[in-house]
């Protein structure tokens, strides 16, 4: 079926948002298009603020309002002498949904991926390590993803963690290996995080 111009450049635009198929996208299309103009306008204005006023935390890397840090950095009833390090923001709304880790977060934004040309100079490890320089930090969790990319970070985390005063831990595998932290369930998370393991912070030998 051919649609107007208008309709399949709305459909093809909602298709590229993640997890949203062709199917998806044209009935999200439809549903926009019977919904009341208010509503619409609603749902414009919230997307075109949002973009023009979030921005990542100079801090932790989460979502901030301004030039700030955001609500978890400012929050002075936590924990600062644990740092939680995950991949991207939405592992931080997934941890912060548990309402058991009073920590802080560190978001590292990627994970290592030879292959697509990520190395750890895209990891913010320049952030990450004046942090632990301020002398606040006692342990570092590394909570990346179960998969090939989030292990490597873990691995490659654990070594470059060598020397420092902070005792690494990696959340146990509570998480089925090729999965990601924001599509787990909270109690599988809480005992992901209270199993979490010691890392090894040597250096393999050659």
Known sequence: MIY???ISRLVDELGRLPGVGPKSAQRL??????????AVDRLSTALLEARAKVSPCA???????????CAICRDG???RSVLCVVEDPKDVAALEATHEFRGLYHVLGRALSP???VGPEALRLDVLARRLDGGHVREVILATDPDVEGEATAM???????GRPVRVTRIARGLPMGGDLDYADALTLIRAMEGRQVMPTEPHSA
């Open 77 to 79: 009833r936590r924990d």
């Open 4 to 6: 107007p111009p208008a």
């Open 59 to 69: 801090e932790c890397g989460f979502f901030a309002e301004g030039d700030g840090p």
């Open 115 to 117: 292959i697509d040309g």
């Open 29 to 38: 299309a439809f549903h926009l298009l019977r919904t009341d103009r208010a």
């Open 156 to 162: 490659y985390l654990s070594h470059w963690l060598t």
